[in-house]
């Protein structure tokens, strides 16, 4: 995703070419060509394809795995092939970290234990959790979700986590509640991206109420069996499959009842590109590329791109008028 922050050509100080180093005497062909030769091995070198303990160990979190596998839900299935493990650790969009795929890279400061999350704004019963009372608290289930991200590349992954309505029934909104706000964590010592401001920091994002009362909305703690590792969002996140990926915020710390429309991180960068409502669709195009298609995380197989991500018997209705 490209919000268009910041031009190719404007760079930081920190990039301009120091005096004089400009200035420096230029070195021989063959200086130059060793040069080049010892840069590209340095850059194969870190470019390496990890093994899998070494994506496994990159993403490990310390917590309680006692509650997992949970058992699977009949309910939902992927009607495709589902993804590698490998695949969907490997290829990540974490932008606290960096807007390259590779977020395993750039993972090693992020520490999420000990974590906890509030359920706070217009309710009755708001309410702080720690991860443990999380996975208590709510009994676990795994579910088989398509994931469609905006850029066009999809997943089948199998989340462990509970419906996102049962901890908003435990909050007991008021009337006035319309909207659930969700916020990120703001730690910019951990994820180094938050230090640039040309970003709206923390991540956030936003569903009505009745979305997020929708039994398909869900609050993800674990995948394949385990708990979430951290490029995929540890330790706690939102799935919503029948919107485009960036919805699915990661690593939540505040859950906000409210009566206002939250203004959202993408749409807040570049509302042209990237709606509030976010319902995935093929008959709307992106500005810069056609949502016709999709295509598979590792098998790289294309397919059309269903409305709703195929969700429509579950959501349809939402967005029915009147
Ligand atoms: N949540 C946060 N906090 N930061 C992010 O950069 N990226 C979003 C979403 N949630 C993002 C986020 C996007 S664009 C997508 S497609 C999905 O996470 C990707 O989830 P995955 O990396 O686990 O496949």
Same mark, same amino acid.
């Given at each position: 995703m490209n919000g268009f922050v910041r031009r190719p050509w404007d760079l930081p100080q920190s990039l301009h070419t120091p005096l004089e180093v400009f200035r420096a005497p230029r070195p021989s062909r063959r200086e130059f060509l060793l040069e080049m030769s010892a840069s590209a091995l340095l850059l194969a070198g870190c470019q390496k394809a990890p093994t899998d303990q070494e994506l496994t160990a990159a993403g490990a979190v310390a917590i309680d795995t006692s509650k997992y596998p949970a058992s699977r839900s009949t309910r939902f299935e992927y009607g495709r092939t589902e993804s590698i493990k490998r695949d969907t650790e490997q290829f990540a969009n974490f932008?606290?970290?960096?807007?390259?795929?590779?977020v395993f890279r750039h993972i090693?400061?992020?520490? !999420?234990?000990?974590w906890s999350f509030e359920v706070t704004g217009l309710c009755k019963n708001p309410r702080t959790y720690d991860l443990d009372q999380i996975v208590s608290t709510f009994p676990l289930e795994e579910r088989a979700y398509r994931h469609r991200c905006v850029e066009t590349w999809a997943m089948c992954v199998p989340w462990t986590g509970f419906a996102l309505r049962d901890l908003i029934t435990a909050a007991d909104p008021l009337p006035t509640a319309k909207y659930v706000r969700f916020e990120t964590f703001m730690r910019p010592a951990e994820a180094?991206?938050?230090?640039?401001?040309?970003?709206?920091? !923390?991540y956030q994002e936003g569903l009505t109420l009745a979305e997020a009362t929708n039994e398909l909305a869900f609050i993800a703690t674990g995948i394949y069996g385990a708990p979430l590792p951290k490029q995929n969002g540890a330790p706690v996140r939102l799935v919503v499959p029948w919107k485009y990926g960036f919805k699915s915020i990661k690593s939540i710390v505040k859950i906000e009842l409210t009566d206002k429309q939250p203004s959202t991180f993408w749409n807040s960068l570049n509302p042209h590109e990237y709606s509030f409502e976010a319902n995935v669709d093929p008959a709307v195009p992106h500005p810069r590329w056609s949502q016709q298609y999709e295509w598979m995380l590792g098998s790289r197989e294309n397919f059309d791109t269903v409305k709703y991500n195929g969700y429509g018997e579950w959501v349809a209705r939402l967005y029915e008028p009147g």
């Open positions: 932008y606290e970290f960096t807007s390259s795929k590779e090693s400061g992020f520490n !999420p234990t000990p180094r991206q938050q230090l640039d401001s040309n970003y709206p920091w !923390p």
